[in-house]
């Protein structure tokens, strides 16, 4: 079901599916006619172990569980569910007669989600289920919400690339795995546009803007698919690369300035970048390396302009 669709006050039955656990074949029946009520997709083992490779073949949104079963009762069977990252988010209703307040705490400290006690009639299970129905649909609602509001603020947005803040955070979480040994190397490419000022000065926001947005679309259609740009600000940008070969790296950075010097922008203005790469395979903070390759392009800049420098990673 698409997250556009969901409404938790308006619940499409038939979408969602409930697997039952249960050895009694009468109380499954019972249990299928209830739930036919509602139109929801329903499955059934009549025990732990048969229940776990099916659910795992076929995942559920919720799940009815019986305690007293042969082979594996539900204990044992809510364990493995829980310990499966696959399944381990998946509600457990346990359906039980043992209704005693250790066996009930006993369930829920299991990570059960509510649990309905024998004998059972119609309206309850299905009010139950319909609780833990609305659940899912908030928790999917509220994990949208928070994707939506994590892309806006990685995203720049004039760009529609990551933004410093996003790129920041992926420099960050690199040099993590190269310390935990996760990761051998990573690159950096610190692009700076060329008297970026005088063009500003000669252009009206709108020219400028489109500017930008045009440096950025040149720069991302120069780097592969899985490489990561970001505006950092104003007139630079960084790129993250991981898997990248040295002559592969020097090449794509050739590319990108020739086809930035070659590009008109504003009334038919041409500019130039300076590039500068990083190699890292060690350990530095993030500050550090951020640093380290802002500074080495404003050296070089000092220089000379529209030219690549390449560092090694000692050199941080």
């Not at 922008?265 to 390759?293: E, K, M, P, Q």
Request: hydrophobic share 40%.
């Amino acid at each position: 079901m698409e997250v556009q669709d969901l409404n938790p006050n308006v619940i499409e039955y038939s979408k969602y599916t409930i697997h039952i656990v249960e050895d009694s074949t009468l109380v499954v029946r019972a249990l299928l006619n209830i739930l036919k009520q509602k139109n929801y997709i329903t499955n059934s083992s009549s025990n732990g172990k048969e229940a776990l490779e099916a659910i795992d073949n076929n995942k559920p949104d919720l799940i009815i569980l019986d305690i007293e079963m042969p082979i594996m009762n539900g204990y044992e069977t809510i364990t493995k569910l829980k310990e499966n990252k696959k399944t381990k988010n998946i509600p457990v209703i346990f359906l039980t007669s043992l209704t005693k307040p250790d066996v009930i705490k006993r369930i829920f400290d299991l990570g059960a989600a509510d649990y309905i006690s024998k004998p059972f009639v119609a309206e309850e299970i299905l009010a139950r289920i319909e609780k833990e129905i609305k659940n899912i649909i908030f928790q999917t609602l509220l994990k949208e919400k928070m994707s939506k509001l994590a892309e806006l603020l990685s995203i720049d947005p004039l760009t529609k690339t990551s933004n410093k803040m996003h790129m920041t955070s992926i420099i960050n979480s690199n040099l993590q795995k190269i310390r935990n040994k996760q990761k051998e190397s990573f690159s950096l490419m610190y692009i700076d546009v060329d008297d970026f000022d005088d063009f500003v000065k000669t252009n009206d926001i709108n020219a400028i803007e489109a500017t930008i947005k045009k440096i950025s679309m040149v720069i991302k259609r120069s780097i592969r698919d899985k490489d990561i740009l970001a505006h950092w600000n104003a007139d630079k940008f960084m790129i993250c690369f991981s898997n990248i070969s040295k002559k592969e790296l020097d090449m794509t950075a050739k590319v990108i300035r020739d086809k930035i010097s070659k590009t008109p922008f504003g009334s038919n203005s041409h500019l130039t970048c300076s590039i500068c790469i990083l190699d890292i395979n060690t350990y530095n903070s993030a500050t550090t390396v951020i640093d380290r390759i802002q500074k080495s392009m404003k050296d070089s800049k000092a220089r000379s302009k529209n030219s690549i420098v390449i560092l090694m990673d000692f050199d941080v």
